[in-house]
């Protein structure tokens, strides 16, 4: 624990304008940003007497062992370089929302030639239109169903979209009339993109339009006797009128806005948004969050307007924002938010109306999300607490091991042999610390010998990041890295090293720390047959009692290794039986090797060309197509592909490379029957 008075910088040290501060730990590591509008006023703030301090506040101080601050010139450029930094340093003591769940968005891909419907989570790509969040895919799906009908927009995958560019059909959507089929040229891809803007009108809000024009063509379709014409637009209305009805008005004067609404304890905090456009709540999400520093409500405001619009701009910030309480100042948020818009935004408080009824509404989602977030946590925080107290008990550690790293091996029978370190930091794991390591020093299989290596070798950058720092000497410590400070890599130690395995892998972890002379991080091993904990030098192994929340923790720890080894080694495996002999091509990069295939339409193909034939692929010289005759007629003929599940062989023509299917991870799926499925689960690690 540090004495914040050893690093309290000297009087008049500090300006006294507008700027941005960083509290560093022992290690370097940022572990709080704040933004003040007079710097020297806001840290004297922190450099007082300790009892009089927030203990959150006080834990900070203690825990940091120096502070620095950037001078700006207004209070925008401070929240804005503030957020910044909170992004790109992570800092434990900043309150950080948590998504309560990822949500599904109903995403038009503008940027494609052929605009396509489909659902999306995670980050938004430029180019795509976003609407929503929803609380469920299978609202998008419904509402896209319906829509379907009117504005036939192309919502299939690429490899089904070319699939039917090539055979000259379309897909059933197609035939049933909710595509326009653009792949077999039914509309050009001018009509096509004008019907992907109607869709995205429409689910803007921008409603009336089309209903008027659809009622006005079924009148006229009526009166020239065209009968089932009319019968069809009648359908498409009431279809429409369906969608728009999933979405209720709760503002009757089309308000675009989002309203902001906080639930909160002395630990943590609940956030709700509900999306409104055109009247209509659009899309709802939800935010939780500890509360490890001392912040009022309209700090927390503050911080969910970073989150939520930090990375938005012109009409994906709204109008009119409405939140509990106001940031104080106000008027550097308001500033802020404008900015990003292009054009005014109007921040405040709900006084009266169908504004402050509908706050009231989303406030009770933020409690109930409160309140559900804690049940199903159980006390989280202090099980999490209780659970490094029990690893610390058992082991005999001085105190509780904050950072936990585990380390796993991963191997197919002794090939493509990796490893993986996962981290976790006060009971949770902190996935941007991830790192994974080939096995360079041999070939083979021994698990022993190679959890030596990737622990030698993961403490020896340790050692040459702490020799950097300059923490064995006696000046000051300069920066991690050359620009930023942040601590990367391996920059920052453990309390304890688990290893997935046994006695030979604790003695192996344990003799590389002695070996680069390290004597204050603990080591131990989780065996998996009956999960029992190995302690160095110890003849028997420490027993957990089953229901304990230590054992319980390492047992994810030991887990998470375990997953992440094996996805990365079945990532390598995928790479290597996609090898190519075009790989070894100089020069000849991902675009033109696409290219190639797409020219030729199989490897058979082009293995077989000549070198006249391949040079009038574009973008391909003689001298590279001399190169890949070489390449091809070195190479080891390719074994035809099979079906393991039916036993078929498969053409070469039907077996093109880049077509292969792709996992969530980026992984091409192997066919594997029932029976070599199981047979490869025992012998893969």
Known sequence: MADPSSYRPKPGQIPDSPGVYRFRDEHRRVIYVGKAKSLRQRLASYFQDLSNL?????TMVTTAASVEWTVVSTEVEALQLEYSWIKEYDPRFNVKYRDDKSYPYLAVTMNERFPRVQVMRGQKKKGVRYFGPYGHAWAIRDTVDLLLRVFPVRTCSAGVFKNAERTGRPCLLGYIGKCSAPC??????????????????????????????????????????EYER???????????????????????????????????????????????????VRGQRGWVTDKVEAVTTGDLVEHALQQLYGEETGDSVPKEVLVPALPDPVEPVQEWLTERRGSNVSLRIPQRGDKKALMETVERNALHSLALHKTKRASDLTTRSRALEEIAEALGLDSAPLRVECYDISHLQGDDVVASMVVFEDGLSRKSEYRRFQIKSFEGQDDVRSMHEVITRRFRRYLGEKEKTGEWADEEATSLTEEDGRPKRFAYPPQLVVVDGGKPQVAAAQRALDELGIDDIAVCGLAKRLEEVWLPGDDDPVVLPRTSEGLY???????????????????????????SPLDDVAGLGETRKQAL?????SVKKLRSATIDQICEVPGIGRK???????????????????????????????????AAPETTAGVAEEPVSAGASDERRGQER
């Open 597 to 601: 295939i797409k020219h030729f339409g």
């Open 184 to 225: 077999v040229g039914r509309v050009s891809p001018e009509e096509h993109r004008e019907l992907a803007e109607e869709f995205s009108d429409f689910m803007t809000g921008r409603t009336g339009t089309y209903i008027r024009r659809l009622e006005r063509q079924m009148t006229d379709a009526a009166e020239d006797m």
């Open 553 to 579: 923790l390492l047992q994810r720890v030991r887990d998470e290794a375990h997953r992440f080894a094996i996805t990365y080694q079945r990532t390598k495996r995928a790479r290597r039986f996609r090898a």
């Open 624 to 658: 590279t197509a001399e190169s890949i005759a070489v390449a091809f007629a070195q190479a080891a003929p390719v074994a035809p592909a099979v079906n393991t599940a039916t036993g078929e062989i498969m053409e070469d023509e039907d077996h093109v490379e880049d």
């Open 230 to 280: 009319a019968g069809r637009l009648r359908d498409d209305i009431g279809a429409l009128k369906k969608a728009m009805e999933k979405s209720a008005v709760v503002l009757a004067d089309a308000t675009d806005a989002d309203l902001i609404a906080l639930a909160e304890d002395e630990l943590e905090a609940a956030v709700q948004i509900f999306h409104v456009r055109g009247g209509r």
């Open 54 to 58: 927030h203990p959150r506040t006080r």
